[in-house]
């Protein structure tokens, strides 16, 4: 996620437009404030609503926790699981080295 503030936008909007296909969030503030948040337009953001895509992106890039993101758009985490796995949103992110370890044990 990056931060650009009002100033950057005009040098910066390929940076902006490359995140949201990457479908990265973007932060934009003035004055050190966040004023918005710049959201990827995704086929999950027209299914889901806007809550819901933002805490599968947040959790995705692990800003928030599976439990957080329950509790924030107010679902069991077994929902919260089963949402995960209707979007194919990634939860875990073991590195490959990582997760040989873990399985070695």
């Known amino acids: ?3 650009f503030n009002v100033r950057e936008l005009r040098t910066r909007t390929g940076d902006l437009i490359r995140d ?3 479908g990265h ?3 934009i503030t003035k004055h050190g404030h966040p004023v ?3 959201v990827p337009f995704t086929e999950e ?3 889901l609503g806007i809550t819901k895509s933002l805490v599968l992106n947040m959790l995705s890039e692990q800003k928030i926790t599976l439990r957080q993101a329950a509790k924030i758009i107010n679902v ?3 929902e919260m699981m089963t949402l995960t796995t209707c979007t194919n ?3 875990v992110n073991y590195d490959p080295s990582e997760l040989n370890a873990e399985l070695t044990l």
């Open 89 to 91: 949103t990634t939860i």
């Open 25 to 27: 969030l973007s932060i």
């Open 76 to 78: 069991s985490l077994e």
């Open 36 to 38: 918005f948040i710049a």
């Open 1 to 3: 996620m990056d931060v």
């Open 45 to 47: 953001l027209v299914k």
């Open 20 to 22: 949201a296909e990457q």
